[in-house]
């Protein structure tokens, strides 16, 4: 399902070298879809080609606003956010995990290769590892896999240990193992029992909470919740911290229409902007 | 300095004007280099799309309601979507008047677009408050004012449903300020023509319409409404076939221009509004969706005037309107034109 010359990025020239070093500026182009691989139960890894310049500064948590709807449509009106899975500045492509959800996503996740799909990013700020953090627990909810698997390579690639946790009610809905660096320990848990710890990979994390230096962690709020409770007792002073990734409907993704705010300590934010990442103790639930 | 300060009427070097003043009866005029404007809302201050596309290029913008005091808007979430549609409840969220002129007037005063502000409050007083504090500011090119807000001296009667009360928002922001003042009209009012041809009287230079329609959408799995607060504007092109009529009547009864908005997706969009009777069009909800599609608007606006041989944006306005009516019409025919669409 590889089709190479399915619509190389268009308008790679407006793409400015990015300002400050590693935040790129946002840009509205086009790309053509040039793989679709099933992954994760009912979701695919899209792959789209674009502009060089821009894949090759994206960083884990940045996130594109696909439109998902024909030229000739109207539905769904507004854009729909989704995270960079993964970035391969040698094909100049970029991957997004999609679970078809409501009609945006199953619209995308029904698109042959070869589709050109209009595309707005990258957006948002990123996860940030800290300097001296040599241990790495990124904890995933569902297609939450998607920017930890972009940072997980990041995380690889500077020599720092990682253990990746995911949970899911069954095998089926656990990211395949293929799909993570080698490097990586993965730790998973399924409600059933049909892979891994039997019950929510909050109840082994345990010793790993002790090990890390930094916590990652994205899907649903919920997950953030018993997240937060689980680790609770074991965190010293706030350490390790936790950086995760928040959900919300989006309209612009640039800041303007301020439908995906936040409530933090340090006021209401705009989260496709100032977020989507945050520190768990900073966000006000 | 720039070709939009060109006299009316005057060709461009391509040979096709696009340029159009929106207060005509305004010492300090408002003409903008073309018709296409960012709408409120829809646009943020400017900057959020300052990376994404030529800001400057744009006709005009108008920037995010601000209020006297700053409000922290409504809970989440803010918004929905509907067939063709989405609305919004975001609540007004914006740092008040005194933060918003500390940041906002300075950066757009080095800008070459025009920024517009649009103003909302809940009393006479405090728009008139809001417009003389503008007035002191660089930067601003004009004033547009949100009728569609609720007045509390009036138990929360929305004051764009009353013409009496709109023109009395307009005669006091009008006392406060000579800059160009825009009444943007709510299409919840009863009799919107009406509501026009006060705030003309009352001194508007230009009106703008319209602002977004009341709505909701369940969540039938939930069985609670989607937006936690409940009702929300409606906007996108679900609404558009009834901003176009608006126009077309508001058009018809009053003098000054008219600024159309609602749905506009691109240039056929577009197109209508101006036969309509529309000197200048707002675009809102299409920019969260496709930001370019303003640009390449003025340039297709442009192309197609050289293709149909029109030379001034001004052959076109209008155009739709019945011929004898064109000239001079009164508010008893516009009367009439409502009420041949209510019995229709
Ligand atoms: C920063 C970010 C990154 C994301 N990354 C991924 C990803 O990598 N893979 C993936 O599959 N999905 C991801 N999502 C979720 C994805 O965007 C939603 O699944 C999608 O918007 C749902 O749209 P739909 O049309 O499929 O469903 P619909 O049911 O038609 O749409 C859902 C409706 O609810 C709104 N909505 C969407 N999400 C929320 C929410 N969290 N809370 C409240 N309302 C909401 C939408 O605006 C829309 O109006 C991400 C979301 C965000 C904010
Ligand atoms: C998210 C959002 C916020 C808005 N905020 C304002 C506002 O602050 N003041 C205002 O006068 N109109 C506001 N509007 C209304 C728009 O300016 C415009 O009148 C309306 O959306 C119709 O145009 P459209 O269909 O092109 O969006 C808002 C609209 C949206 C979608
Ligand atoms: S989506 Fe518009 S401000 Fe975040």
């Known amino acids: 399902m590889i089709d190479p010359e399915a619509g190389r990025a268009e308008r790679a020239d407006q793409v400015p070298a990015g300002d400050g070093g590693s935040v790129v500026r946002a840009r509205e182009f086009v790309g053509g879809i040039v793989a679709v691989e099933p992954a994760m139960g009912d979701s695919l890894l899209l792959t789209m080609s674009a502009p060089e310049q821009m894949v090759r500064q994206l960083r884990a948590g940045r996130f594109f606003e696909v439109l998902c709807r024909d030229d000739a449509s109207y539905d769904p009106l507004l854009r729909r956010p989704f995270s960079v899975f993964r970035s391969d500045p040698t094909a100049s492509t970029l991957t997004f995990l999609v679970r078809p959800y409501g009609r945006g996503s199953a619209w995308l996740a029904e698109r042959p290769v070869g589709t050109r799909l209009d595309v707005l990013g990258p ?70 029992g049909s892979k891994g710890h039997r019950g929510y990979v909050t109840e082994v994390l345990a010793d790993y909470v002790r090990w890390a230096d930094q916590i990652f962690a994205c899907g649903p709020e919920p997950m953030y919740r018993s997240l937060r409770a689980a680790i609770q007792p074991l965190r010293v002073g706030g350490k390790p911290p936790v950086q995760i990734s928040i959900e919300r ?28 990442v945050y520190d768990l103790d900073e966000v006000i639930w | 300095m720039t070709e ?32 296409v404007i960012a709408a409120s809302g829809c646009f943020g201050y400017g900057q959020e799309y300052a990376g994404v596309i030529d800001v400057q290029r744009l006709g005009a913008f108008v920037s995010k309601g601000v209020t006297p005091l700053p409000r922290r808007g409504n809970a ?30 300075r950066v757009w005063a080095n800008w070459r677009v025009p920024a517009l502000v649009n103003i909302s409050a809940e009393s006479v007083e405090d728009y008139a408050m809001m417009a003389a504090v503008l007035d002191e500011e660089p930067g601003i090119a004009g004033i547009e004012i949100n009728v569609s807000c609720p007045n509390v001296a009036q138990g929360g009667y929305c004051f764009g449903w009353d013409a009496e009360m709109s023109a009395e928002v307009t005669r006091a922001v009008r006392a406060a300020t000579t800059l160009p003042v825009i009444v943007k009209l709510s299409p919840g009012a009863v009799d919107i023509v009406g509501v026009a041809l006060a705030v003309e009287e009352a001194g508007a230079d230009a009106v703008s319409l319209i602002n977004t329609l009341v709505g909701m959408a369940i969540d039938v799995k939930r069985r609670r409404p989607v937006l936690a607060n409940v009702t ?9 076939p009834v901003a176009l009529r608006m126009v077309y009547q508001v058009a018809a009864a009053v003098r000054v221009p008219v600024v159309g908005m609602g749905g506009i997706m691109g240039l056929d969009d577009a197109l209508e509004f101006f036969l309509a009777g529309a000197s200048a069009i707002q675009v809102g909800t299409a920019i969260f969706a496709q930001p370019g599609m303003v640009i390449r608007l003025i340039d297709g606006l442009e192309a197609w005037m050289a293709k149909e041989g029109v030379a001034s944006l001004a052959e076109i306005v209008g155009a739709a309107q019945p011929q004898e009516k064109s000239q001079v019409v009164g508010a008893e025919d516009a009367d009439l034109a409502l009420g041949a669409v209510a019995a229709g």
Do not use: W
């Open chain 2, 4 to 35: 939009g300060r060109a006299p009316r009427g005057t060709p461009a070097a391509a040979g096709i004007d696009l340029s159009v003043d929106l207060a005509p009866n305004n010492p300090h005029e408002l003409r903008l280099s073309n018709p």
């Open chain 1, 123 to 192: 957006l948002g700020n990123t996860y940030e590892i800290p300097p001296r953090a040599r241990n790495l627990l990124l904890v995933a909810g569902g297609v939450g896999a998607a920017p930890l698997v972009m940072l997980a390579d990041e995380a690889v690639r500077r020599g720092l240990s990682v253990t990746f946790a995911m949970g899911a009610a069954g095998a089926a809905g656990l990211l395949e193992p293929s799909l993570l660096p080698s490097e990586v320990e993965y730790v998973v848990a399924t409600e059933d």
């Open chain 2, 232 to 240: 929300g504007g409606l906007s996108g092109p679900a609404i558009k």
């Open chain 1, 249 to 276: 409907a989006m309209a612009c993704g640039v800041g303007a229409c301020l439908a995906c705010v936040v409530e933090t300590r340090h006021g209401t934010q705009a989260s496709c902007v100032d977020g989507p």
């Open chain 2, 76 to 105: 989440m979430p803010r918004i929905a979507e509907g067939p063709a549609g989405m609305l919004n409840a975001i609540g007004l969220q914006n740092p008040g008047i005194r933060g918003f002129v500390k940041k906002y007037p």
